[in-house]
């Protein structure tokens, strides 16, 4: 954690951009204060870590920029509660906390020579990111990768200028859809599980990755598992109100495990071990 | 420094005095008709006649404590810039827990499996854990609810203690449990204890076959996974409970906690404190959603971490040391040792709650 021997302690850090992604989306590249800590910090694809406002409190964002790109941490924020209005607030130059990081992060190393899928719903492309452009700086050791990424309308998109980038990629599979019909929107229509129901991915040698909002999830899970996609080749990474984010405070615990230190990566394989949520 | 020794009850205020030369000292004190644990003074009347209302659990673990405070401080050269400038709390005094029961000092013992045995230790919890010498009376026999025996515990269990005390003619025979203990039995005050060894033995003895394991005499040793997932049980078994979560603030091994900022105009402090897995909104997210939104799951949950998922974490061990608090204080006479002695019966039958709760529902 940022060098602090006191897991509560914040790093102080500076916003040095802030970029409206969509209309209740903002990303922020954030870069600690401390050039000896920014330097010698290191992270995993699908870490965590908590923004504090102080005077207004804390809360969990994913990083999204990869390990292979540190120049700055980059979060996404949905407007939502206190915190996340707090930080659309800030502008560039403000300073601000990180603890950082938190949690499990994706097993890229045993994905290595498969194909890889990403299904992603709104801000839920943000965890995803952080693997795809790791993925994407070690291109060699990956095989297919397909994205399937949707959101309500077109402005709701998440980091529109990536997307262009894998579009015009030939190494990405890059499929766009929104919900409804949209002014000049040419691409395809159609809820997520519905657009990975037709495209119809084969399972074999193939390692889903999913995140998005709860019930998306949950048919995009129906869905693999009727393209008869192994629960252990299914990852998704969960979300839970958090405090302390080591495992301490008590309240994002599925059983024995907590989402925010031995998550928030978990193959369904795992969640489905776990007592029951009935 | 001594194993053991003798202390006569008129000379309880005295050595109680004594420890707190150096250190707070914390001890049950009558307060109208209830004994809490509270920083001692010498108007307080301390009480060892029953187990206190509270744990000492706050002594070590305060129900509300900062972290750290911050400041934004204006940057004179650039106005537009302000600075933000943590200072954290490291103030960890030594303290006493004095007259706390063989169940409270095991409270602490779970907690530290959590706080302290991690790769992400509570510094705070940590430190006063460090800074404070437990001095737990043995009892005599059991109160109401009480059920430490069946969880791994007893009226003598020394796990958690730094100095043990039973009571023996007019007084206390003291065992020096660790060398923190050792030092307290040095004060003057503590006579030779070698004469009383004997009846402190049977009176330890004596208290611990009273206490009345509520269990099932067959009970597994583990909780029945089928009967624990089936909601039917628990909506039947916890109908009555009105969440207020007392149950939770009187548990010497119940730890949640939440963190807050609290704002003057630019300073302010982040506070952790006391929090309780029996309200709706301790899981409630900003979205609405709400993974344990009934109380039958957030029952369930409380259960299930005591005896469930904390003993898959810890090789066994269970997060509850069978005060019996919980079961004395509830408003509405909740019994976790009932509960839990059905979920250990082996001829619990998941689908015989279905068939009662219909009955129920008749009815």
């Known amino acids: 954690m940022t060098g602090n021997e006191n897991p509560y302690l914040p790093e102080l850090a500076t916003v040095t951009k802030v970029i409206e992604e969509t209309p209740n989306i903002k990303s922020f590249q954030v870069v600690l204060n401390d050039p000896e800590k920014m330097k010698n910090f290191r992270f995993e694809p699908g870490q965590v870590g908590q923004l504090s406002i102080f005077g207004v409190g804390e809360s969990t964002f994913v990083i999204n920029s990869p390990p292979t790109r540190m120049e700055y941490l980059n979060f996404s924020v949905m407007k939502a509660g206190e915190v996340t209005a707090a930080l659309h607030g800030i502008y560039e130059g403000d300073q601000i906390g990180v603890r950082a990081p938190l949690g499990n992060w994706f097993p890229y190393e045993d994905m290595k020579g498969k194909n890889i899928l990403f299904i992603g719903g709104g801000i839920g492309l943000a965890p995803l990111r952080t693997l795809i452009l790791y993925m994407l700086d070690n291109r060699a050791d990956y095989k297919d990768i397909t994205i399937i990424y949707g959101s309500r309308t077109p402005p709701d998109l998440c980091y529109k200028d990536d997307l262009k980038e894998w579009e015009q990629r030939s190494d990405v599979n890059l499929i766009l859809t929104v919900d409804n019909e949209y002014p000049g929107w040419e691409k395809r229509i159609g809820f997520v599980p519905t657009v990975l129901k037709e495209e119809a991915p084969k399972w074999f040698e193939t390692i889903a990755i999913t995140c998005g909002p709860p019930i998306m999830i949950k048919f995009v899970l129906e869905g693999l598992a009727q393209l008869n996609f192994p629960p252990e080749s299914i990852l998704t990474t969960l979300e839970a109100r958090m405090k302390c984010g080591i495992g301490l405070c008590g309240r994002c615990n599925l059983g024995h495990k907590y989402v925010c230190k031995d998550g928030p990566v978990f193959t369904l394989k795992q969640l489905k071990e776990l007592p029951s949520d009935e | ?363």
């Open chain 2, 1 to 363: 420094m001594a194993d053991t020794g003798y202390l006569p009850k008129e000379k309880i205020k005295d050595f109680v005095e004594a420890l707190g030369k150096d250190a707070t000292v914390y001890a049950p004190c009558l307060e109208g008709d209830t004994i809490i644990f509270r920083q001692y003074t010498p108007d307080k009347e301390i009480s060892l006649d029953r187990p206190a209302n509270t744990p000492p659990k706050a002594a070590i673990y305060p129900q509300c404590e900062t972290l750290f405070s911050y400041e934004y401080k204006k940057d004179a050269a650039t106005p537009q810039k302000m600075d933000v400038e943590l200072e954290v709390n490291a103030d960890f005094p030594k303290a006493v827990v004095f007259g706390g029961r063989p169940c409270d000092a095991k409270g602490f013992v779970v907690i530290d499996r959590v706080f302290v045995d991690t790769d992400t230790a509570d510094p705070y919890y940590r430190k006063r854990r460090e800074n404070t010498t437990i001095i737990t009376k043995c009892c005599n026999g059991p109160s109401a609810g009480c059920f430490c025996v069946a969880v791994g515990g007893g009226p003598a269990h020394s796990e958690g203690s730094d100095v043990l005390m039973t009571e023996v003619d007019g007084g206390y025979y003291l065992e020096a449990v660790t060398e923190k203990g050792k030092a307290a039995l040095g004060l003057p005050m503590v006579q030779d204890g070698a004469s009383y060894q004997a009846k402190a033995k049977q009176t330890q003895e004596k208290a611990t076959v009273a206490v009345k394991n509520p269990f099932p005499a067959d009970a597994t040793q583990k909780v029945s996974p089928e009967l624990f997932d089936h909601g039917d049980f628990w909506q039947q078994v916890v109908s009555k409970c009105i969440s207020c979560g007392a149950c939770t603030f009187l548990c010497p091994t119940c730890y949640c906690f939440n963190i807050t900022d609290e704002q003057g105009i630019t300073k302010g402090q982040r506070i952790r404190t006391w929090d309780s897995c029996m309200f709706n909104h301790f899981t409630l997210e900003t979205s609405g959603h709400n993974p344990r939104p009934t109380k039958y799951k957030r029952f369930r949950n409380r259960v299930g971490h005591k005896f469930y998922y904390y003993p898959e974490k810890y090789d066994g061990a269970i997060a509850c040391c069978g005060c019996g608090r919980c079961i004395r204080y509830c408003p509405v006479s909740v019994d976790i040792s009932e509960i839990v002695g059905y979920l250990k019966d082996p001829k619990a039958d998941p689908k015989k709650w279905t068939v009662q709760n219909t009955k129920a529902a008749k009815d």
